[in-house]
């Protein structure tokens, strides 16, 4: 029977099935629960002393007594409940059956419901804090709305993915998505997300394109492709019309080519891209092996021999005082001539272990010319992790002298830590572009200074750093959801262009507002993931940098249970209360379970529990000594410029989330 039960009255069933949840969809519940009130009742059965417990619906009950917590509902709050029989087999079944055939919504029932509440007069702020959501994820959801409609009815049938959905996206042309999905409808292979992606972003491929050149002029006609030309075109300018037919062909030659070169080389895979860099998505869950250069032949190292030889030949000719004019430029150009054979001979080729061989994989993405290249890196299938990644590593954070503190965290957990200080340090250089520019010209500028065995803080010279863990992102982290938020807001309509100059001119022709967005970001997705300790994760520039800013780390990152407390000792969450509250405030948890400790500290550190004004303002302001931008110490001599002196445009003022985003 259907029947009211105050909240206070309902408990944990024994019987749940449920054993795991995620933090961000409890707080989407708890967002609608607040917003909406309880959609569902809850399923319970009576038990002793006038307690009924919760067999389906625990994850509501939860996130109702955190809305008591947060003084929203009252503890005697009124729940509509469906009471069962009192039967602990029928509790067990009734609990798998509420679990297991729940079904998620479809996203694109998501889009027309987002889209139906705007319309209705709903701000998207206000959807995303009705629902718990970010701003992102609702702006996503509304831009799935505006797809052509047979884009739409594909998404919402399940014939493509949610991210072919939004690759069709890229352009806002209904036309433009209509005509590619009818092109790729009918093509024998699968397309990806960056395949659709290229082909609404520009109508036709030129003959000097790479796949173009990948599958031949010849073959190409031969299977049915079309070519326009205008009068002075050429064979590089001419227009390749069957974009779908072309990646068709492109496709399946770069897959025979894979299989081929996987034969050939002993390998356990290669997987092939049309696109002459892997992306994020094809290496998701793969981990990158351990190599070595291959070892020197020994005619190689006679030659090198040979080489140091003559370059002492030829610098005792550029020392010589009385060396002639002809002499001199004569051994320029040789010792020039020797450093770069040198430099190829010592460029190895990576080499792995033959027991590692077998189960490796290597990609194969299309150079700029046409040519499939393999990347000379080595992955492998990512794995369950090991104890090693469990194992405790000492932090010393705090600089030097009586304050400094010995933490134990898992390198896990170090490594996280580091990725999430990087976005929040990423998101406010990308949100200054007169500083971007400045460490962009320094760290340019300071290469022919710099020592090349010491490790730089940014990768201007390299590729855009993966981090530590391949696949991790916050995606719940002001700082990441921001950074997001940035990227998706950039102009780029410069990338129709279709080669490099067209692109260019395009690009150089945007307002100065959009060219100085784009330049603050790619400095800022090149920054390396630190962390303020010592050892491998320290970037003393990088410290500085955020000091300099004068970063507020409280106001971008908070410790939870999820991300934090749950991943460190007892008495390092002891430790965090007592820098808040003193020993008053950790006694009173000294004897509470660890599980019990960490949501209780998550409380105290978001502000939720009732405690001394003091107390809460200081537990607020609290992270992690390692998640600070502290500032280096001055060796002797240095100057010591404060912020305000900077005349590098930053304002001296600590931002926050909500004034960045203004």
């Not at 019987?15 to 967002?31: F, G, I, M, Q, T």
């Not at 050429?234 to 034969?263: I, N, P, R, T």
């Not at 100057?639 to 926050?656: F, L, P, R, V, Y």
Request: proline share 5%; aromatic share 6%.
């Amino acid at each position: 029977m259907i029947k009211s039960i105050p909240l206070n009255k309902l408990v944990q069933s024994p019987c749940n099935v449920r054993r795991h949840s995620d933090p961000a969809a409890d707080a989407e519940l708890k967002a609608s629960i607040a917003a909406h009130g309880l959609l569902q009742n809850l399923i319970v059965r009576p038990t002793a002393k006038g307690k009924f417990e919760v067999e389906a619906g625990e994850r509501r009950r939860r996130a109702m007594l955190a809305l008591v917590d947060d003084k929203i509902l009252a503890r005697d709050h009124e729940v509509t409940c469906l009471v069962l029989a009192d039967s602990a087999e029928a509790a067990v079944e009734t609990s798998l059956a509420e679990n297991f055939h729940r079904l998620a919504m479809n996203p694109s029932d998501e889009a027309q419901a987002f889209a139906a509440l705007v319309a209705g007069g709903a701000t998207v702020e206000d959807v995303a804090r009705r629902f718990g959501l970010t701003v992102r994820f609702v702006e996503g959801r509304l831009r799935l709305a505006t797809l052509a409609p047979v884009v739409f009815e594909a998404l919402a049938s399940g014939q493509i993915t949610l991210d072919i959905a939004k690759a069709f996206g890229a352009t806002s042309d209904q036309d433009i998505q209509a005509r590619v999905f009818e092109q790729v409808s009918s093509a024998y292979y699968a397309p990806n997300p960056d395949s659709i992606r290229r082909m609404v972003l520009s109508g036709t491929v030129r003959g000097s394109d790479p796949r173009a050149r990948l599958v031949g002029r010849d073959a190409y006609i031969a299977a049915g492709g079309r070519i326009e030309r205008e009068l002075f075109d050429d064979d590089d300018s001419e227009s390749w019309v069957d974009f779908a037919l072309l990646e068709s062909l492109a496709a399946a030659k770069m897959e025979e080519q894979a299989k081929a070169l996987a034969a050939e080389q002993g390998l356990a895979w290669v997987k092939p891209t049309l696109d002459p860099y892997a992306s994020h998505d094809l290496v998701e869950g793969l981990v990158r092996l351990p190599t070595e250069p291959a070892p020197l032949t020994d005619a190689e190292l006679a030659r090198l021999d040979e080489l140091d030889t003559s370059y002492d030949e030829h610098a005792a000719i550029l020392e010589g005082e009385d060396s002639a004019e002809e002499a001199v430029a004569a051994a320029e150009a040789a010792i020039e001539a020797i450093e770069r054979e040198c430099q190829e001979i010592r460029a190895r080729p990576p080499v792995i272990a033959a027991e590692l061989k077998a189960e490796a994989g290597m990609i194969l993405v299309l150079s700029r010319d046409g040519t499939p290249v393999l990347q000379p890196v080595f992955y492998g299938e990512r794995r369950a992790e090991t104890a090693e990644a469990d194992e405790g590593i000492e932090v010393v954070a705090g600089g030097e002298g009586p304050d400094r503190r010995r933490t134990t965290l898992s390198k896990r957990l170090v490594d996280e830590l580091a990725m999430q200080r990087r976005d929040v340090l990423a998101l406010h250089v990308a949100s200054d572009p007169g500083l971007a520019l400045d460490i962009m010209v320094f760290t340019l500028a300071d290469a022919d200074t710099h020592d090349w065995r010491a490790r730089t803080a940014t990768t201007l010279r390299a590729p855009v750093p993966a981090g530590p863990i391949i696949g991790f992102e916050a995606k719940d982290a002001p700082a990441s959801s921001g950074l997001a938020e940035l990227r998706s807001s950039l102009d780029e309509s410069w990338r129709a262009g279709d080669d490099a100059i067209s692109r260019f001119d395009l690009f150089r022709a945007l307002p100065d507002d959009s060219r100085a967005a784009w330049l603050g970001y790619v400095v800022a997705r090149s920054l390396e993931a630190s962390l303020n300790m010592t050892g491998e994760r320290q970037l003393p520039f990088q410290d500085h940098l955020g000091s300099l800013i004068g970063i507020d780390m409280a106001q971008w990152w908070r410790p939870t249970a999820a991300n934090y407390f749950d991943r460190v000792s007892k008495q390092v969450i002891l430790d965090a209360l007592t820098d808040v509250g003193g020993l008053e405030l950790s006694s009173r948890f000294a004897s509470v379970k660890k599980g019990d400790l960490a949501m209780s500290a998550e409380r105290v550190f978001a502000g939720t529990y009732i405690t001394e004004v003091e107390v809460r303002e200081r537990a607020l302001a609290w992270v992690p000594e390692v998640m600070r931008f502290a500032r280096p110490t001055p060796e002797a001599g240095e100057a010591n410029i404060d912020a305000s002196d900077a005349e590098s445009g930053i304002d001296g003022k600590i931002h926050t989330p909500r004034e960045l985003a203004a």
